[in-house]
């Protein structure tokens, strides 16, 4: 991987000794399934990253990443230095498909940083969206139904958990922008963003999950859009603007390992981001499938102790054993996975979308 394997840090400042016994009691798979989604260590999880979101970490100049990429990178390990003890236990009996939902879950779709628990929130917001989806209907029949551009939505039953929006020419995404709505302001929000991608001609498909769980609310992925070939420039205008007319519309985080978009002055759009399509899976079962070969081999190299965030050589070594091990499933499976690009994991080598939003100064 090009640089010798760091020494283990001795900073286990870290390393409570609650993360480590949890493990040790466990027996079944359904015991350790259990202990992973307990409401106590899903609590303890989501302070601890919280607190360690407001640390400042400066990525080095010879670091050749993105910078956001660099600072999920840091949330992983952090993600990973936490889960440690319950990892190895999954590991070592072999529960990967757990490994892997928990990844997904907890590293790459749930917010830390906007969690939501209380359980009268969550009835809340989820009484409102029941309300404010039967307006959605209503302003997508009122607007686009008799319109040259025309948009067609299913879903709406109760049975479903997403809400699937498409303009009637979408044949298939180049893109994907991934919103964290404020749940309580989707409906609204999402009105307005049609209606901007409708006068832009930009066909697309949107897959909402539903606000109606405390599992969909958490998502920072609740919003997904899918963008045809088009000019990427168009889209991103539609969003700025949006952003700009409504700054409270959306949560501070993206989904891990997803670029965000920014603003006209560079600064990164909080709650907005973009990845290319990824093979036949979609970037986040991507990044997860790949981010869990790395739990394994860093499970393996350091079988005790904490990694440490703050040495760069330990950063650099694991951003490497990522995209190592994104190549090697890649060749192994290539119609499944996609390897990373080497500046930012949401996107794939030769990428002409990372390549056109770099460029015109979308992403940074």
């Given at each position: 991987?090009?640089?010798?394997?760091?020494?283990?840090?001795?900073?286990?400042?870290?390393?409570?000794?609650?993360?480590?016994?949890?493990?040790?009691?466990?027996n079944?798979?359904?015991?350790?399934?259990?202990?992973i989604?307990?409401?106590e260590?899903?609590?303890?999880?989501?302070?601890?990253?919280?607190?360690?979101?407001?640390?400042?970490?400066?990525?080095p100049?010879?670091?050749?990443?993105?910078?956001?990429?660099?600072?999920?990178?840091?949330a992983?390990?952090?993600?990973?230095?936490?889960n440690?003890?319950i990892?190895?236990?999954?590991?070592?009996?072999?529960?990967?498909?757990?490994?892997?939902?928990?990844?997904?879950?907890?590293?790459?779709?749930?917010?830390?940083?906007?969690y939501?628990?209380?359980?009268?929130?969550i009835?809340?917001?989820?009484?409102?969206?029941?309300?404010?989806?039967?307006?959605?209907?209503?302003f997508?029949?009122?607007?686009?139904?008799?319109?040259?551009?025309?948009?067609?939505?299913?879903?709406?039953?109760?049975?479903?958990?997403?809400?699937?929006?498409?303009s009637?020419?979408?044949?298939?995404?180049g893109?994907?922008?991934?919103?964290n709505?404020?749940?309580?302001?989707?409906?609204?929000?999402?009105?307005?963003i049609?209606s901007?991608?409708?006068?832009k001609?930009?066909?697309?498909?949107?897959?909402?999950?539903?606000?109606t769980s405390?599992?969909?609310?958490?998502?920072?992925?609740?919003?997904?859009?899918?963008?045809?070939?088009v000019?990427?420039?168009?889209?991103?205008?539609?969003?700025?603007k949006?952003?700009?007319?409504?700054?409270?519309?959306l949560?501070?985080?993206h989904?891990?390992?997803?670029?965000?978009?920014?603003?006209?002055?560079?600064?990164?759009?909080?709650?907005?981001?973009?990845?290319d399509?990824?093979?036949?899976?979609?970037?986040?079962?991507?990044?997860?499938?790949?981010?869990v070969?790395?739990v394994?081999?860093?499970?393996?190299?350091?079988?005790?102790?904490?990694?440490?965030?703050?040495s760069?050589?330990?950063?650099?070594?694991?951003?490497?054993?990522?995209?190592?091990?994104?190549?090697?499933?890649?060749?192994?499976?290539?119609?499944?996975?996609?390897?990373?690009h080497?500046?930012?994991?949401?996107?794939?080598?030769?990428?002409?979308?990372?390549?056109?939003?770099?460029?015109?100064g979308?992403?940074k």
């Amino acid at each position: 991987m090009g640089i010798e394997q760091p020494k283990q840090s001795e900073l286990a400042e870290e390393a409570e000794s609650s993360k480590i016994t949890i493990a040790e009691r466990l027996n079944t798979p359904e015991e350790i399934q259990c202990s992973i989604y307990d409401e106590e260590h899903i609590k303890a999880e989501t302070q601890y990253l919280k607190e360690k979101s407001r640390e400042v970490h400066k990525m080095p100049e010879n670091f050749d990443w993105s910078e956001s990429a660099y600072q999920d990178l840091i949330a992983f390990v952090h993600f990973y230095n936490f889960n440690k003890a319950i990892f190895q236990e999954l590991i070592r009996k072999n529960l990967l498909d757990d490994l892997y939902g928990y990844t997904y879950k907890r590293f790459y779709s749930d917010s830390c940083e906007d969690y939501i628990d209380e359980y009268d929130k969550i009835k809340e917001i989820s009484n409102q969206f029941k309300q404010d989806i039967n307006d959605l209907g209503l302003f997508i029949q009122k607007n686009f139904k008799e319109t040259g551009f025309g948009i067609s939505a299913t879903g709406f039953g109760n049975d479903s958990n997403n809400l699937l929006i498409n303009s009637n020419e979408f044949y298939g995404g180049g893109c994907r922008f991934y919103l964290n709505f404020n749940s309580p302001k989707m409906m609204e929000s999402l009105c307005e963003i049609l209606s901007g991608l409708s006068e832009k001609k930009v066909q697309f498909l949107i897959k909402l999950f539903k606000q109606t769980s405390g599992a969909n609310i958490n998502r920072r992925d609740k919003c997904v859009v899918h963008i045809g070939n088009v000019d990427l420039q168009k889209v991103v205008n539609v969003f700025r603007k949006f952003v700009n007319s409504h700054p409270e519309a959306l949560n501070i985080s993206h989904p891990g390992f997803i670029e965000p978009i920014v603003d006209e002055q560079g600064n990164n759009i909080l709650g907005i981001s973009v990845a290319d399509p990824q093979g036949n899976a979609s970037p986040g079962v991507n990044i997860s499938n790949i981010l869990v070969s790395v739990v394994k081999r860093l499970s393996d190299e350091y079988p005790s102790g904490v990694l440490d965030v703050n040495s760069n050589e330990m950063l650099e070594y694991i951003k490497n054993m990522l995209i190592d091990e994104s190549q090697k499933m890649h060749r192994e499976q290539p119609e499944r996975f996609s390897e990373f690009h080497n500046f930012h994991p949401a996107f794939v080598p030769g990428s002409k979308n990372y390549q056109m939003l770099f460029e015109n100064g979308l992403i940074k």
